[in-house]
């Protein structure tokens, strides 16, 4: 499968294919052998955020394992196909799969774990004659790193902070250093009510263009029809371990929840490329269309092993920016994917 082909997947399965690669193109032997001894920062990165879920645990995502899949459909605006030809923008009803989810690469981390946030939410829109697009989005507006590198620097520092670890922590050390990831990881993030109740955020940019050729930087947010409702601590304290998992069963039982996909459009000015800095709310935001989500997936235990979402799945009329994170994702996705797939 194309995946498990991918460049971090075959240097971690097969440390010495670099080095034979490296020869073949003449590369001197000192650097094949250091690109064989060293594996990619993608695959740095899998392997901290599976030792900070206790794991590997076979089969699993190395982040946001634990989910849950749905199904819906999306309606876009006439205001959506103004800012791109995107086909799933046009107006026409596309069916979609969703996947939503609780941070960490824990399996059965109770959904009230303040762990499990920020939530995600990835969802697929299926296209005429087999074509997919992919929105995956966090519940938190905002990230704590700019960077693969930085991030795989606060996880490695997350990792060195046990109990026995001498203050400062690294951890303490770490966020003292990035005021980014230190306010990701201090501000509040309370539990959800309800996958229905709770907003999601793009994080990263993209550029989304028109049929006329005109472009806009974009920023998703994807807001629910209930509202923003959070428990209380002393309910999140009560919240059954898999309350976000029954109270979804139980609403799609008697009617599909909503939610508006928006987008924040870039001002003058604006850092496209930074996930750290957030787009305050007086920026235009325009609706695209509505989400609506009306059953669980049967069988989708089993479906969302092989289901591989991808932020970089895009169509034409939506491009990436050049957001060093954004771009990082689909190679820490991919050998995640070749880990899980097939066991
Ligand atoms: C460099 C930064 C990031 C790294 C290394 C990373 C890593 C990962 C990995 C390894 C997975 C598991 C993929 C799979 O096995 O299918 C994952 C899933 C996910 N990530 Fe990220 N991530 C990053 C940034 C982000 C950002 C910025 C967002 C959202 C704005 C995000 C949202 C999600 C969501 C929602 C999932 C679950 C997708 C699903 O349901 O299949 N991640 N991430």
Known sequence: MLVSLSYPALSRRCPLALAVVAALLGTPTAIAAEAAATPSVA??????LEKLAGGPHAGFRANHAKGVLATGKFVATAEAKKLSKAAHLQGAAVPVIVRYSNATGVPNLPDANPNASPHGIAIRFQLPEGRVTDIVSISFDGFPAATLEDFLGLLNAIAASGPDAKKPTPVEAFLGGHPAAKAFATAPKPAPVSYATLPFFGVNAFKFTNAAGASVYTRYRIVP????QRLSDADAAKAAPNYLV??????????PIAYSIKVQLA????DVNDATKVWDSKHVEVTLGTLTIDALLPDGAKAEKSLFFNPLLLVDGIAPSADPILLARPGAYAVSVGRRVGK
């Open 267 to 270: 001002k003058d000015g604006d």
């Open 225 to 228: 029809v209930a509202g923003d």
């Open 246 to 255: 029954d109270d979804l069963a139980a609403r799609l039982a008697k009617g």
């Open 43 to 48: 695959v740095q990165t899998v392997d901290t």
